[in-house]
């Protein structure tokens, strides 16, 4: 048959298709499809209709799929079934087996799958080709693994090459020969010499459901580190097998307060006001670590920082935490290292249209991720393409925006592989998925892609069984998304399913006409929607309103020497912008809301004392303005000082550092321009000018003549003082005072000497003129005796 001519080839392939749709018909096998799980909005990848739907209440058992080898069938292999049934009646089931049946017909619809896989009804068209060894009694409540095996040649599958594929068979829980029910599952049948195959990348997202869960709920984040979400995300995400879409706030762990301990020798004053430290979240730094350490040779593709929305930051004008989360993201890869392939950001199905997409692009998306049926005219084509296109913009600029399609089915069933679900039938119905894709007919390679959604519980051992199984698939070869996004820019396919160039078989160009929205139907198969839902973008008023915050963070930071307390606050408002909280705009509030009271709180700490008022009496003067400092690290601010009526004028203010918890001091020099009162408003600023504290009002009285006209009165004052002096000691000098001679110097001896010594002959000839006065009457009261060797007037008398 792989000689037959391609004509050929077409008819029989167009022959046998028509045969299994009969033959389904006519054995009765399928029931009624399964209800629909997709509502208008709901997220691409969110609900998984073609899961298997639980038993019927009234079930007697239920049943539960253990093991399915091989993962493919070779003509000498024997297929092995393993199931868990569980008794849910009342009653003792007497000798319970488990019965093997099968359709020989090669599955080519992928619809079939999901019909298949959802009927949980008994089996029992035809004869069982196998059954379990040694029936025995179940009691209720009692669970017992019943095995079946049934050798390649027992099944009957042709051994031509060109029928290799998928292949439905049941497994029936019997009691003694009634059906109980069944389970539907699919062996891979690889006959000898086929050798169709298929590429398959899975792209894993590594990211957080909450960034901030870190400071907001520690115990939380503590548990989803060890056994949670991040736990099961770092053990599936170091595999080699998957790339990652990766949120580079996991690489930033953040900074988390640190209770500091005193030293002994620490003052008491000290003890009680420890300075606080911070340091990263040990968790996250160990998650950070295995990251960059695991990278390895993988693709990495960067999601938004926090997975910020930026869409919602842009219809907000809210630009500044788009610019945040930008440069918070290239900070985060230069430091850890890593260089991730382009800014991926996705698209929910039902909201893909030229609009939507138009969005990404102004975003700045460097690639978008849409899941594939919005991207073809036929959701349910019969050939599979690629997982990869590129639009091109309507906005005029030529732009155009590669594209990665994960195929939605696929993407669903691998978010299926939880610890509280069927993992086994959900590994088999994913490689039932791609053996049907590769064996459809075409010559063109393709490259398909899975995105599981980031809500997914995935756990890992199930979702690694399943990966190892692809592994061991010789129908699957594992592949890179790093080859989809080159061959996207390289404008490297073909739209034709049988071109044998070598050229992968992709979507090719897509403009805004071709964008569909789509979700899952009622048949288990994603498919087109009338129109496309609004998105539900963030609360605009709380985007700006964080905007506003981080920039009062940013000023607070310029003065700050440590701004370690601002990371609390700076991780809740990126959060706050998260593509997580659309649709439920509480979270976003709240985060925004805590940021904005811790920015108020620390800005708070920053004052200026006011005072009471001040008098100005000279022409110039510095005029002391108290700076109070409560943070906890020291701070540099500057002064602006402004007046209300243009009585002064304010001279230059040097920047102040003022140490934690601490006052200091700012001069603040004012000259004197006119007397009167004049309003002196104080406020602090950055160095560049980016105020910091409330205006403070002081009032200020101005008068420099009160200096002069004080001077003039202190000098009238010591002048009066000195001449009452002198005139009090003429007026009492005579009488107070010792005689003594007085007269001019003599001028012969100051020119011989140089001392000043008085002129005798002058004194001698005033004495001679006293003696010619007649005497003074005699004190008849006193007797004078007078000497007359001494007396002058005793030698003068006749």
């Given at each position: 048959m792989?000689?037959?001519?391609?004509?050929?080839?077409?008819?029989?392939?167009?022959?046998?298709?028509?045969?299994l749709?009969?033959?389904?018909?006519?054995?009765?096998?399928?029931?009624?499809?399964?209800?629909?799980?997709?509502?208008?909005g709901?997220?691409?990848?969110?609900?998984?209709?073609?899961?298997?739907?639980?038993?019927?209440?009234?079930?007697?058992?239920?049943?539960?799929?253990?093991?399915?080898?091989?993962?493919?069938?070779?003509?000498?292999?024997?297929?092995?079934?393993?199931?868990?049934?569980?008794?849910?009646?009342?009653?003792?089931?007497?000798?319970?087996?488990?019965?093997?049946?099968?359709?020989?017909?090669?599955?080519?619809?992928?619809?079939?799958l999901a019909?298949w896989?959802?009927?949980?009804?008994?089996?029992?068209?035809?004869?069982?080709?196998?059954?379990?060894?040694?029936?025995?009694?179940?009691?209720?409540?009692e669970?017992?693994?019943?095995?079946?095996?049934?050798?390649?040649?027992?099944l009957?599958?042709?051994?031509a090459?060109?029928?290799?594929?998928?292949?439905?068979?049941?497994?029936?829980?019997?009691?003694?020969?009634?059906?109980?029910?069944?389970?539907?599952s699919?062996?891979?049948?690889?006959?000898?010499?086929?050798?169709?195959?298929?590429?398959?990348?899975?792209?894993?997202?590594?990211?957080?459901?909450?960034?901030?869960?870190?400071?907001?709920?520690?115990?939380?984040?503590?548990?989803?580190?060890?056994?949670?979400?991040?736990?099961?995300?770092?053990?599936?995400?170091?595999?080699?097998?998957?790339?990652?879409?990766?949120?580079?706030?996991?690489?930033?762990?953040?900074?988390?307060?640190?209770?500091?301990?005193?030293?002994?020798?620490?003052?008491?004053?000290d003890?009680?006001?420890?300075?606080?430290?911070?340091?990263?979240?040990?968790?996250?730094?160990?998650?950070?670590?295995?990251?960059?350490?695991?990278?390895?040779?993988?693709?990495?593709?960067?999601?938004?920082?926090?997975?910020?929305?930026?869409?919602?930051?842009?219809?907000?004008?809210?630009?500044?935490?788009?610019?945040?989360?930008?440069?918070?993201?290239?900070?985060?890869?230069?430091?850890?290292g890593?260089?991730?392939?382009?800014?991926?950001?996705?698209?929910?199905?039902?909201?893909?249209?030229?609009?939507?997409l138009?969005?990404l692009?102004?975003?700045?998306?460097?690639?978008?991720?849409?899941?594939?049926?919005?991207?073809?005219?036929?959701?349910?084509?019969?050939?599979?393409?690629?997982?990869?296109?590129?639009?091109?913009?309507?906005?005029?600029?030529?732009?155009?925006?590669?594209?990665?399609?994960?195929?939605?089915?696929?993407?669903?069933?691998?978010?299926?592989?939880?610890?509280?679900?069927?993992?086994?039938?959900?590994?088999?119905?994913?490689?039932?998925?791609?053996?049907?894709?590769?064996?459809?007919?075409?010559?063109?390679?393709?490259h398909?892609?899975?995105?599981?959604?980031?809500?997914?519980?995935?756990?890992?051992?199930?979702?690694?069984?399943?990966?190892?199984?692809?592994?061991?698939?010789?129908?699957?070869?594992?592949?890179?998304?790093?080859?989809?996004?080159?061959?996207?820019?390289?404008?490297?396919?073909?739209?034709?399913?049988?071109?044998?160039?070598?050229?992968?078989?992709?979507?090719?160009?897509?403009?805004?006409?071709?964008?569909?929205?789509?979700?899952?139907?009622?048949?288990?198969?994603?498919?087109?929607?009338?129109?496309?839902?609004?998105?539900?973008?963030?609360?605009?008023?709380?985007?700006?309103?964080?905007?506003?915050?981080?920039?009062?963070?940013?000023?607070?930071?310029?003065?700050?020497?440590?701004?370690?307390?601002?990371?609390?606050?700076?991780?809740?408002?990126?959060?706050?912008?998260?593509?997580?909280?659309?649709?439920?705009?509480?979270?976003?509030?709240?985060?925004?809301?805590?940021?904005?009271?811790?920015?108020?709180?620390?800005?708070?700490?920053?004052?200026?004392?006011?005072?009471?008022?001040?008098?100005?009496?000279?022409?110039?003067?510095?005029?002391?303005?108290?700076?109070?400092?409560?943070?906890?690290?020291?701070?540099?601010?500057?002064?602006?000082v402004?007046?209300?009526?243009?009585?002064?004028?304010i001279?230059?203010?040097?920047?102040?550092?003022?140490?934690?918890?601490?006052?200091?001091?700012?001069?603040?020099?004012?000259?004197?321009?006119?007397?009167?009162?004049?309003?002196?408003?104080?406020?602090?600023?950055?160095?560049?000018?980016?105020?910091?504290?409330?205006?403070?009002?002081?009032?200020?009285?101005?008068?420099?003549?009160?200096?002069?006209?004080?001077?003039l009165?202190?000098?009238?004052?010591?002048?009066?003082?000195?001449?009452?002096?002198?005139?009090?000691?003429?007026?009492?000098?005579?009488?107070?005072?010792?005689?003594?001679?007085?007269?001019?110097?003599?001028?012969?001896?100051?020119?011989?000497?140089?001392?000043?010594?008085?002129?005798?002959?002058?004194?001698?000839?005033i004495?001679?003129?006293?003696?010619?006065?007649?005497?003074?009457p005699?004190?008849?009261?006193?007797?004078?005796?007078?000497?007359?060797?001494?007396?002058?007037?005793?030698?003068?008398?006749?």
């Amino acid at each position: 048959m792989p000689s037959s001519p391609l004509p050929v080839r077409l008819v029989l392939a167009a022959l046998l298709t028509a045969l299994l749709l009969a033959s389904s018909v006519l054995v009765g096998g399928l029931s009624s499809p399964a209800p629909a799980a997709h509502a208008a909005g709901a997220p691409a990848q969110s609900a998984a209709p073609s899961a298997p739907p639980p038993p019927a209440a009234d079930a007697p058992v239920s049943m539960d799929l253990v093991s399915l080898t091989p993962t493919s069938l070779d003509p000498d292999g024997t297929l092995t079934a393993e199931v868990e049934v569980t008794n849910d009646s009342s009653k003792t089931l007497p000798d319970v087996a488990l019965q093997l049946r099968t359709r020989t017909s090669r599955v080519t619809d992928r619809a079939m799958l999901a019909e298949w896989q959802a009927d949980t009804s008994a089996d029992t068209s035809g004869a069982a080709l196998a059954s379990s060894d040694d029936p025995t009694p179940l009691a209720p409540g009692e669970s017992r693994t019943l095995t079946v095996e049934a050798s390649a040649e027992e099944l009957g599958y042709s051994e031509a090459p060109y029928y290799w594929g998928t292949r439905r068979i049941s497994l029936t829980a019997v009691a003694e020969g009634d059906p109980l029910g069944a389970i539907r599952s699919f062996v891979v049948w690889r006959p000898a010499d086929a050798d169709a195959a298929i590429t398959q990348s899975v792209l894993l997202p590594v990211a957080s459901r909450d960034p901030a869960a870190a400071i907001t709920d520690p115990e939380a984040a503590q548990q989803s580190l060890e056994s949670g979400h991040l736990a099961t995300t770092r053990a599936l995400a170091l595999r080699d097998d998957v790339d990652w879409w990766l949120d580079p706030a996991l690489l930033d762990p953040p900074q988390l307060l640190v209770d500091p301990t005193p030293e002994a020798d620490t003052a008491e004053e000290d003890a009680e006001h420890p300075v606080p430290t911070y340091a990263p979240d040990p968790g996250s730094t160990e998650l950070a670590t295995a990251l960059v350490e695991g990278v390895g040779e993988r693709t990495v593709l960067a999601m938004p920082y926090a997975q910020a929305d930026l869409v919602s930051l842009g219809e907000a004008g809210a630009t500044t935490m788009s610019s945040v989360a930008t440069d918070r993201a290239q900070t985060t890869w230069d430091a850890t290292g890593i260089n991730p392939r382009a800014r991926v950001m996705g698209l929910e199905g039902s909201e893909v249209d030229a609009a939507s997409l138009q969005q990404l692009v102004d975003a700045g998306a460097g690639a978008a991720i849409i899941p594939s049926t919005s991207l073809q005219e036929n959701a349910s084509s019969t050939v599979t393409p690629s997982s990869f296109g590129v639009y091109e913009s309507e906005d005029g600029s030529g732009s155009e925006l590669p594209l990665l399609a994960p195929d939605p089915v696929l993407s669903d069933e691998f978010s299926l592989l939880t610890a509280d679900s069927d993992t086994e039938q959900t590994q088999q119905r994913l490689l039932a998925e791609t053996a049907t894709i590769a064996s459809e007919f075409t010559t063109a390679p393709r490259h398909l892609l899975i995105s599981p959604n980031l809500a997914a519980e995935l756990d890992p051992t199930a979702a690694g069984a399943a990966l190892d199984a692809f592994a061991e698939a010789p129908w699957i070869e594992t592949g890179s998304t790093d080859s989809l996004l080159t061959a996207a820019s390289q404008r490297a396919w073909t739209t034709h399913a049988q071109d044998d160039s070598g050229t992968p078989f992709a979507l090719g160009r897509v403009s805004g006409d071709d964008l569909l929205p789509s979700g899952p139907g009622t048949n288990g198969r994603w498919e087109h929607l009338e129109a496309a839902s609004d998105p539900e973008l963030l609360d605009a008023p709380t985007l700006t309103a964080a905007a506003d915050t981080w920039t009062r963070l940013d000023t607070l930071a310029s003065v700050m020497e440590d701004d370690a307390s601002l990371a609390v606050p700076r991780l809740e408002l990126l959060t706050s912008t998260s593509r997580l909280w659309r649709g439920s705009p509480e979270r976003s509030e709240e985060l925004a809301r805590s940021a904005e009271t811790s920015a108020e709180e620390m800005q708070g700490k920053i004052e200026v004392v006011p005072a009471s008022g001040y008098n100005l009496i000279s022409d110039s003067v510095g005029v002391p303005v108290t700076i109070s400092n409560g943070l906890d690290t020291p701070i540099t601010v500057s002064t602006r000082v402004t007046s209300d009526r243009p009585l002064v004028q304010i001279g230059d203010i040097e920047a102040v550092e003022v140490p934690a918890r601490s006052q200091v001091d700012a001069t603040v020099p004012v000259d004197a321009v006119a007397n009167g009162t004049v309003t002196l408003t104080t406020v602090l600023t950055s160095e560049d000018g980016q105020v910091l504290t409330e205006p403070v009002t002081v009032p200020l009285t101005v008068n420099p003549a009160w200096e002069n006209w004080t001077t003039l009165v202190v000098v009238i004052a010591m002048g009066v003082l000195v001449i009452v002096g002198v005139a009090r000691a003429r007026h009492t000098g005579a009488s107070t005072r010792a005689p003594a001679a007085h007269g001019p110097e003599d001028p012969v001896e100051l020119s011989r000497t140089g001392l000043s010594t008085a002129d005798t002959g002058t004194v001698a000839a005033i004495w001679s003129e006293r003696a010619k006065e007649p005497p003074s009457p005699p004190d008849t009261d006193t007797e004078t005796v007078s000497d007359p060797d001494t007396d002058p007037r005793e030698e003068d008398r006749p």
